[in-house]
């Protein structure tokens, strides 16, 4: 993205995924890599600062409450939001992509279809319907939606 962007900005509390992004956002100028919650987002920067924002894979699947997560990016948004997440019903996908790349689960919820790694990481599914009940919540719509690959359930988000 850095390259047709004017100002990229990561934004995370782990310190491996800060450690690793910030080696990456070495290579661009017009990259900045922060430490924060997205639960404070609004006492970090101004509102509408972004023309866009975007919640990767599993970024909702590891908050404590996904609607205010989403509220918090909608202040410091002015135009949509673009989440991905994994898609429920694709359990057996999931696991193996975590196998394949690695990825050591200590626990699955199979009725939940959320999976516990080793390292802390909880990585939850959602269906079109749930995005609309946490967007709604969040004061939010689904401008659209997609199924990508049959296991991601991409979302652009707007403000009511």
């Not at 997205?38 to 600062?49: T, V």
């Not at 410091?76 to 990825?103: A, Q």
């Not at 200590?106 to 959602?126: A, H, V």
Request: charged share 30%.
């Amino acid at each position: 993205m850095a390259p047709i962007v004017k100002e990229f900005v990561g934004i995370d509390n782990a310190d491996l995924m800060l450690e690793e992004s910030s080696k990456v956002a070495q290579k661009f100028r017009n990259v900045r890599i922060v430490r924060g919650d997205l639960e404070n987002l609004s006492k970090i920067f101004p509102n509408n600062h972004f023309d866009f924002s975007i919640c990767v894979w599993n970024t909702l699947g590891n908050v404590k409450e996904e609607s205010l997560v989403l509220k918090e990016i909608s202040k410091v948004t002015s135009k949509s939001i673009f989440v991905t997440v994994y898609l429920k019903g694709t359990l057996e996908d999931r696991k193996n992509w975590y196998k394949t790349v690695g990825v050591n689960i200590r626990k699955i919820d199979e009725k939940n279809e959320t999976f516990y790694s080793e390292s802390g990481l909880k990585s939850k599914s959602y269906s079109p319907e749930d995005m609309k009940k946490i967007a709604k919540k969040a004061g939010l719509n689904i401008k659209e939606h997609k199924i990508l690959n049959g296991v991601i359930l991409w979302a652009e988000l707007t403000k009511q």
